[in-house]
């Protein structure tokens, strides 16, 4: 079974939208990450949440978790075309930075 | 101030050769990690090394895999006897040392393609 499943698995929006992609999990976790990956390229860490907090923001990022139903969100506000690319969520392992992720969102923000 | 730096960016192997894989953790990191990435999936963790240890190598295959973070060098990721299915972006990524919780940070990965 898969630990971190996003979903929606691709969003397509105009450029100044909100776009939301969601994330469950399946065991206890220290941590979630969100990463963002552009095509044919590397990941760039986005948020670290942390499993005794609910929310965080970073810029126009906004990160839920919801332990409760071993879930988060990420929330992108105004965006813009440039924040095409495939947002993934990771979760901890355990011990050190063992990440296990899930298949991804694709959103394409359209000009 | 380098980022975590993966090479070759590109590897081309035929069947049956060997592929070796390099990664150079960012300063002051001693832990590093080795994922796997098919096309349009998420990425599958593989290895865990720290400095001359595995600590965790649950996502290897058994066979023609292995890896190695020697005290002096980059870390290596070696396939042997590459087959078409090992066709895949491999990323390395490196974290702190400690007890805390801390970002893990990527390379730009390397494509290998198995002809």
């Known amino acids: 079974s898969q630990q971190g499943e996003e979903d929606p698995q691709a969003l397509s929006i105009q450029e100044g939208e909100n776009a939301t992609m969601n994330c469950s999990y399946k065991t206890s976790i220290n941590n979630l990450q969100w990463y963002r990956q552009n095509s044919g390229r590397g990941l760039v860490h986005l948020i670290l949440?942390?499993?005794?907090?609910r929310e965080k923001h970073s810029g126009r990022l906004r990160v839920t978790l919801d332990t409760s139903k071993k879930s988060s969100s990420l929330l992108i506000t105004a965006s813009r075309a440039a924040d095409t690319a495939s947002y993934f969520c990771a979760t901890d392992r355990g011990a050190g930075n063992m990440l296990t992720f899930g298949g991804g969102t694709r959103l394409m923000v359209k000009p | 101030n380098a980022g975590v730096m993966q090479n070759p960016r590109h590897l081309v192997r035929r069947r049956g050769q060997e592929a070796r894989l390099r990664c150079s953790p960012m300063k002051g990191h001693s832990h590093v990690y080795w994922y796997r990435q098919l096309p349009e999936e998420g990425l599958k963790f593989m290895v865990y090394?720290?400095?001359?240890?595995?600590?965790?190598e649950s996502g290897m295959p058994k066979e023609r895999f292995s890896a190695e973070f020697p005290k002096e060098g980059p870390s290596i990721l070696r396939i042997q006897q590459v087959v078409r299915g090992d066709s895949a972006a491999y990323f390395c990524?490196?974290?702190?040392?400690?007890?805390?919780?801390?970002?893990?940070?990527f390379g730009q990965g390397t494509r290998l393609t198995v002809v």
């Open positions: 090394l720290q400095k001359e240890n595995i600590i965790d």
């Open positions: 949440i942390r499993s005794n907090e």
């Open positions: 990524a490196s974290s702190r040392p400690g007890q805390g919780i801390y970002e893990a940070f």
